[in-house]
C-alpha cells in the first residue's frame, strides 16, 4: 500500500445522531456532550427529514464554534433520484434543502442514498442519477451554498451507489465527493472487502480515481453490520460483527486519510469512543 504525500493527518470521530448520554434534547445539546466525552465531530442525522427553522440552526452553528465540534450530516431517506418524474422533484427538493440547512448549522459535508435501481438498468439508473447531482450542484453554486454533496456507498445490490458509480460521479460532476461506508461494501458484497489489504485497496481506488485531495477530506462511515444474500440487513454494534474495522482503521492510518469517521453503530458513543482510542493507539 501506498502511503499518500506528506499532509497534516487530521482523522475526527464522532457519532452518527446526539450521544445517547446527552441529558437534554436537540443537536446543540448532543454537541456539548460529544465534546464532554471526547469525540470531534458528530453527524445530524436526518434521515426522516430535516425538522428544524433558523434559530435551531443557529444554536446548533453557536454550539459547533464554541465546542469546535465539526459536523456532517446525513439528509433524508425518502430519495430516489431513479424514480418517476415527480418523485425526483421531491428527492431534489429535499436534497437541496438538506444541503441549506447543513451549512446554516455549520457542517461541512452532507450525505444521501441516491436510490434504487428498480426495474431501470444500470446506465440509465446511472444517467437519472447523474442528471439529478448535476441539478443539485448547479443550484447551490448559484446560491452560494459551499457543502460537500456526497452520494453514499450503499449496502444492498438494489440501491445504486456502488464504489465504482460513487467515484464516477465524483469525478466528472463538479461539487461531489464520495461518502465511502466501508461496512455497506462489506455488506453489499456478501462478507467481501473485510481485510487490511482489501480496504487498502479500496482507498487507492479512490485516490487513483479522485486524486490525493480526496483522502485529505473523506467522509466514512463505519457500523457493525448483519448481512444476507441481499445485503445490509441492519447496524449492530461493533463487537457483534464480524467487521473487522482495526484492520481498517489500519489502513486509513497508513494511507495517511484526513477527514470524517461517523460511527453508525447502535452503541454510538460507546463504539464512536472505542474506534478513536483503537485509531489513537496506532503506530
Same mark, same amino acid.
Given at each position: ?17 446526539? $450521544? ?13 456532550? &460529544?465534546?464532554?466525552?471526547? +469525540? ?13 427553522? @433558523?434559530?435551531?440552526?443557529?444554536? #446548533?452553528? @453557536?454550539?459547533?464554534?464554541? *465546542? ?29 434543502? *438538506? ?14 442514498? &441516491? ?18 447531482? &448535476?441539478? #443539485? ?20 445490490? *438494489? ?6 458509480? #460513487? ?27 473485510? *481485510? ?8 487507492? /481506488? ?18 457493525? #453490520? ?15 460483527? /464480524? ?22 453503530? $447502535?452503541?454510538?458513543?460507546?463504539? &464512536? +469512543? ?10
Amino acid at each position: 500500500m501506498r502511503p499518500a504525500a506528506g499532509h497534516a493527518v487530521r482523522l475526527r470521530f464522532g457519532t452518527s445522531g446526539i $450521544p445517547r448520554s446527552t441529558r437534554k434534547p436537540g443537536t446543540d445539546h448532543g454537541i456539548r456532550r &460529544a465534546r464532554e466525552l471526547g +469525540l470531534d465531530c458528530l453527524e445530524m442525522a436526518w434521515v426522516n427529514g430535516v425538522r428544524m427553522g @433558523e434559530a435551531a440552526a443557529q444554536r #446548533i452553528a @453557536e454550539a459547533a464554534r464554541e *465546542t469546535g465540534l465539526e459536523l456532517t450530516a446525513h439528509g433524508p431517506y425518502y430519495v430516489n433520484l431513479c424514480g418517476s418524474a415527480e418523485v425526483v422533484q421531491r428527492s431534489l427538493d429535499r436534497l437541496l434543502h *438538506t444541503a441549506r440547512m447543513a451549512e446554516r448549522c455549520g457542517a461541512g459535508s452532507f450525505c444521501f442514498h &441516491a436510490g434504487f435501481y428498480q426495474k431501470l438498468d444500470a446506465a440509465e439508473a446511472d444517467r437519472q442519477v447523474r442528471a439529478g447531482l &448535476a441539478r #443539485i450542484t448547479a443550484q447551490l453554486r448559484r446560491e452560494g451554498v459551499r457543502v460537500d454533496v456526497r452520494p453514499e456507498l450503499t449496502g444492498k445490490p *438494489t440501491q445504486v451507489g456502488s464504489l465504482e458509480e #460513487i467515484l464516477a460521479w465524483s469525478a466528472t460532476i463538479e461539487g461531489v465527493r464520495p461518502c465511502v461506508d466501508f461496512s455497506h461494501q462489506y455488506a453489499r458484497h456478501g462478507g467481501a472487502f473485510n *481485510t487490511y489489504r482489501e480496504f487498502g485497496e479500496t482507498l487507492e /481506488r479512490i485516490r487513483d480515481r479522485l486524486g490525493c485531495s480526496a483522502l485529505e477530506r473523506l467522509h466514512v462511515h463505519i457500523a457493525g #453490520i448483519e448481512f444476507g444474500p441481499r445485503g445490509e440487513r441492519r447496524h449492530l454494534p461493533l463487537r457483534q460483527s /464480524r467487521f473487522r474495522y482495526r484492520e481498517l482503521l489500519r489502513a486509513l492510518k497508513d494511507c495517511r486519510v484526513s477527514g470524517w469517521v461517523v460511527c453508525e453503530s $447502535p452503541a454510538m458513543e460507546d463504539d &464512536a +469512543l472505542l474506534l478513536q482510542r483503537a485509531y489513537r493507539r496506532l503506530r
